[in-house]
Nanobody, 127 residues
Framework: VQLQASGGGLVQTGDSLRLTCVAS????????VGWFRQVPGKEREGVSCISNLDGSTLYSGSAEGRFTISRDNAQNTVWLQMNNLKPEDTAVYYC?????????????????????YGQGTQVTVSS
């Protein structure tokens, strides 16, 4: 039972990346899915999420207009398309699945242990 994030890399400012989150051992359709990122020494930051109930999405202020989250329940997969990347997007990106992610208009509960939280993928944006 796991979530696996992939698709990170080293890119230049203005480039694009598509991150992929694949679930194995459980059915992703039963969960909201979120993308988070973390820089050493800083708190985890919610980037985007997509609801399992109605497919609604939420974005952080820094992601709005540049990132797009999508899901395909048949493939047990969620993607995060990131365009116009900036150096401040540099971080390790993680995906997580939980019924309370993207629930009731909130990205996720604070200080909460998600049901599933995968290994991250490094995104580095050079200036």
């Amino acid at each position: 039972v796991q979530l696996q994030a992939s698709g990170g890399g080293l890119v230049q400012t203005g480039d694009s990346l598509r991150l992929t989150c694949v679930a194995s051992g459980f059915t992703l359709r039963d969960y909201g899915v979120g993308w988070f990122r973390q820089v050493p020494g800083k708190e985890r930051e919610g980037v985007s999420c997509i609801s399992n109930l109605d497919g609604s999405t939420l974005y952080s202020g820094s992601a709005e207009g540049r990132f797009t989250i999508s899901r395909d329940n048949a493939q047990n997969t969620v993607w995060l398309q990131m365009n116009n990347l900036k150096p401040e997007d540099t971080a390790v990106y993680y995906c997580a699945a939980d019924a309370l992610i993207c629930y009731s208009g909130k990205m996720y509960p604070k200080d909460y242990e998600f049901d599933y939280y995968g290994q991250g993928t490094q995104v580095t944006v050079s200036s």
